[in-house]
């Protein structure tokens, strides 16, 4: 037999047991194409856009993606012995990406779409970025606020809004934190005085200067506020309205979806999670 046939045969043979070796961890996963596929290659591709940090954003230096959500696709990798590669998407082409099969999974700072649940699948949250009240840790409004605002219903915001009463509170001019703050001035008759800036920052800073008693920001902008000194802000209690990051995967990849779940799980258990959020969402120099 020739050299060129004694290649072929071993071309086809080397394609016969890769399909063979797919076929096993198709059945394996439970059908789950994607999943068998990612074990096979050892690439998890990932979709991203880096341009929201400290979520995801290119490095000056080396122009990398690097950020919160990078730390997490590559420590989820490491779990699985795969490798995490990062593929450049558009933000509102990102589910697409996913339905469409460019990438295995969408990790950019998604927050959960129930219009297109048919479509795709959403993980397991992974960071809460919802409107929250803050207030001074040394606050004397604290207490009653934690336990007015312990779930995220109609009647905590008639109860938080009722230990408010007669108080101030800032928030972003025109933002979903005005509208909330609206919705407790409201339910107390308009007994409670807006303190309303031209950005999330100097709410906040209005709360540290004394001229309101509490602010209504969204999760990620208190955590990465610096401030100006004095006491720092704290959430109390539940989100006024949830607004949870979580990871996209394909519809017909149920066992990619519970892998998934359980690395955000075993990550959150071990500590990980947490070393993730503590370096990248913390106060920004000024």
């Known amino acids: 037999m020739t050299h060129r046939r004694w290649a072929t045969v071993v071309v086809l043979i080397l394609g016969l047991l890769s ?14 194409r994607t999943w068998a596929r990612i074990q096979q290659t050892g690439v998890w591709r990932v979709g991203m856009d880096p341009s929201f940090p400290p979520f995801e954003n290119l490095d000056g230096v080396t122009g990398l993606p690097a950020g919160f959500d990078v730390d997490l696709a590559r420590a989820i990798a ?15 082409q990102l589910m697409d990406a996913v339905v469409a099969n460019r ?6 700072a998604l927050t959960v779409a129930p219009h297109r649940t048919e479509e795709m699948r959403f ?18 409004l604290r207490p009653a606020l934690e336990m007015a605002v312990g779930r995220s219903d109609a009647a905590a915001m008639l109860e938080a809004a009722q230990v408010l009463a ?13 509208a909330l703050a609206r919705r407790l001035q409201a339910r107390v008759n308009g007994d409670l005085r807006l303190v309303l800036r031209h950005a999330t920052d100097d709410a906040l800073r209005a709360v540290l200067a004394g001229e309101a008693d509490a602010a209504i920001v969204d999760a ?9 000194g004095g006491s720092p802000l704290l959430a109390v209690g539940q989100p006024l309205r949830s607004d949870p990051y979580a990871i996209v995967v394909p519809k017909h990849a149920p066992e990619l979806l519970r892998q998934v779940n359980e690395a955000l799980a075993a990550l959150r258990d071990d500590g990980t999670l947490a070393e993730i959020k503590a370096r990248w969402l913390r106060p920004q120099e000024r």
């Open 123 to 140: 993980s397991e949250p992974y960071i809460e970025a919802g409107m929250v009240l803050a207030v001074p840790e040394t606050s004397q």
């Open 19 to 32: 399909g063979i070796l797919l076929l096993r961890q198709t059945i394996l996963g439970g059908g789950d």
């Open 103 to 108: 990438v295995d999974s969408a990790i950019s």
């Open 220 to 228: 990620i902008s208190l955590a990465l506020f610096g401030g100006d």
């Open 166 to 178: 007669g108080r101030r509170v800032a928030a972003e001019w025109g933002s979903e934190g005005d």
């Open 78 to 92: 490491a779990r699985w012995g795969v490798r995490a590669e990062f593929v450049g998407v558009g933000f509102d």
